[in-house]
C-alpha cells in the first residue's frame, strides 16, 4: 500500500462534512466553504481533542463524517471486480470493517490540524449533475506548500456523499484496491476479511492503551 497522508483526507473530510439536514439544498462547493470554518472551531476550542482524545475524536468523526459517506460505494469501489466475488453477508462485513479502519487509523490526524486553513474552488454545478469533484487546497498558517485534495462526491436523496478522496493525485480509493486485490489473490475474500479485523482488533487495542497512559 503507497504511504500517503490519508490521514490529511479523513481530517478535511471531517470539516468538510459537518453539515445541518438542509445540506441537500446546497452545492457542494459552498458546503465545504460554509462548514469547513465550524469544524476547524470544534477542534480549536476542544482541549481534549487536541490532546489526541480517542472518545472525543471519535464521537466528531462519528457525528460529523461518517453519516455523509457512502462507504458501500467506497468500499464496492475498492474492490474492484473481487466485489462480486464476494456474498452478500461478505460484503456487508467488508463494508463494517473499511469504515472502521478508516476511522481508527485516521481520526486521531484531527487533533493535529487546528493551525491549517482549507481554500474551496468553486464548483461548476448543473441542475442535472449527480457527481462531482470539489477540489480543495489545504494549508498550515506558516506558509507551507498546500496540498490539493478533491473528493468525489455523489448526489444522493439524502444530499452530497463522499465515495472517494483525493491527495496529492493520488486516490484513497486506487490506493486500497491494490491492497485488497493482493489479499483476496492471496487467500480470498475470507482472507481480506480476517486482515481487515485483525487491524482494526489491532487499532481498538492501541487507542485502549493509549487511555489508559493518559491517566
Known amino acids: 500500500m503507497k504511504k500517503i497522508n490519508l490521514g490529511i483526507s479523513i481530517l478535511v ?11 441537500a439544498e446546497i452545492s457542494p462547493d459552498t458546503l465545504v466553504d460554509t ?4 469544524v476547524l472551531a470544534i477542534i480549536r476550542q476542544d482541549k ?18 461518517l453519516p455523509h459517506f457512502n462507504f458501500t460505494r467506497m468500499t464496492r469501489l475498492s474492490m474492484g471486480k473481487n466485489w462480486n466475488v464476494a456474498s452478500p ?10 469504515r472502521a479502519l478508516l476511522v481508527r487509523t485516521y481520526s486521531n490526524a484531527l487533533a493535529s490540524y487546528r ?8 464548483a461548476r454545478v448543473k441542475p442535472g449533475d449527480i457527481d462531482i469533484t470539489v477540489k ?16 468525489s462526491m455523489e448526489r444522493s436523496a439524502d444530499g452530497w456523499k463522499v465515495y472517494d478522496v483525493t491527495v496529492a493525485g493520488v486516490s484513497l480509493v486506487t490506493n486500497y484496491r491494490g491492497s485488497f486485490n493482493t489479499q483476496i489473490r492471496d487467500g ?20 485502549k492503551e493509549n487511555k489508559t497512559a493518559a491517566k
Request: aromatic share 4%; no cysteine.
Open 48 to 65: 481534549d481533542i487536541r490532546a489526541g482524545h480517542t472518545g472525543k475524536i471519535l464521537n466528531l468523526v462519528e457525528a460529523k463524517v
Open 13 to 23: 473530510t471531517a470539516w468538510l462534512l459537518a453539515f445541518p439536514a438542509l445540506a
Open 115 to 122: 493551525d491549517h486553513q482549507i481554500k474551496v474552488e468553486p
Open 89 to 98: 453477508e461478505q460484503q456487508q462485513e467488508l463494508v463494517k470493517e473499511f
Open 35 to 38: 462548514t469547513a470554518q465550524e
Open 188 to 207: 480470498g475474500v475470507a482472507k481480506l476479511l480476517k486482515t481487515l479485523q485483525d487491524k482494526n482488533r489491532g487499532l481498538e487495542a492501541r487507542d
Open 136 to 151: 480543495t487546497q489545504v494549508m498550515e498558517e506558516h506558509g507551507q506548500v498546500p496540498v490539493p485534495i478533491d473528493y
